[in-house]
């Protein structure tokens, strides 16, 4: 079993919809959770940071963090064409910088 | 701010000979850097792990000899592919721990290599 467990889609969805993406981890050590946008053939550029459980919004981005369930979401609002993209989470322990990502889920946004 | 850049943004070399990547944070300091590499939709995987200063620390099945990582400065980290093969070519990317903002890791561009 992978440490971080991520669908790798491909997901596609018209523009404006709400997308859900999700993932789940079996590691109960990781305290850093975090979600990374890749577009093809680019780095990944982070989106959203978290610690620990809660909640946290940014714009049209919303990252949920539920640690009792090991399971993290990142939510995104009116969706874009633009959106279309690879969407990473990641995480890590309280300890040192190395992150654990998941596989990846490719999102299309169509017009 | 928390730029990270990579040089060359891609390369093509022929079977044998060697290639230097360079990983610059642009407008930060960073103790550590890590190099990834990634193929073809697939997630991101960890080959080292560079502290300025010190010894690269490898993931195991990255070739330390094959791979090698010099990070002499803390703006600067250099990856250098030596004696490249086809199944060398990947996508290469770096990222930089920025320490004011809770150890967040800033990606590069990536550099895409074919060895021909």
């Known amino acids: 079993q992978k440490e971080v467990e991520q669908d790798p889609g491909p997901l596609s969805v018209p523009e404006g919809a709400i997308v859900s993406l999700n993932c789940t981890y079996s590691?109960?050590?990781?305290?850093?959770f975090m979600w990374y946008r890749q577009y093809s053939r680019k780095g990944p550029e982070l989106l959203m940071y978290t610690y620990s459980s809660g909640n946290k919004e940014d714009g049209r981005f919303t990252a949920q963090v539920d640690k009792s369930s090991k399971y993290i979401s990142l939510f995104i609002r009116d969706s874009q064409p633009s959106d279309s993209a690879t969407y990473l989470c990641?995480?890590?322990?309280?300890?040192?910088?190395?992150?654990?990502f998941g596989t990846g889920t490719q999102l299309k946004v169509e017009l | 701010g928390a730029v990270v850049s990579q040089h060359p943004s891609w390369v093509i070399c022929k079977s044998g000979t060697s290639v230097k990547i360079e990983c610059r944070s642009l407008?930060?300091?960073?103790?550590?850097m890590f190099w990834y590499r990634q193929f073809p939709k697939q997630s991101l995987m960890l080959m080292a792990t560079s502290n300025e200063g010190s010894k690269a620390t490898y993931e195991q099945g990255v070739e330390k000899d094959k791979f090698l990582i010099n990070h002499a400065s803390l703006t600067l980290s250099t990856l250098t592919v030596t004696s490249a093969h086809p199944e060398d070519s990947s996508f290469y990317i770096c990222?930089?721990?920025?320490?004011?903002?809770?150890?967040?890791?800033?990606f590069g561009p990536g550099t895409r290599l074919t060895v021909t």
């Open positions: 590691n109960s050590a990781f305290q850093y």
């Open positions: 990641a995480m890590r322990q309280g300890g040192g910088n190395k992150l654990t």
């Open positions: 990222s930089a721990v920025r320490l004011a903002a809770n150890y967040e890791q800033y």
């Open positions: 407008d930060f300091q960073a103790t550590t």
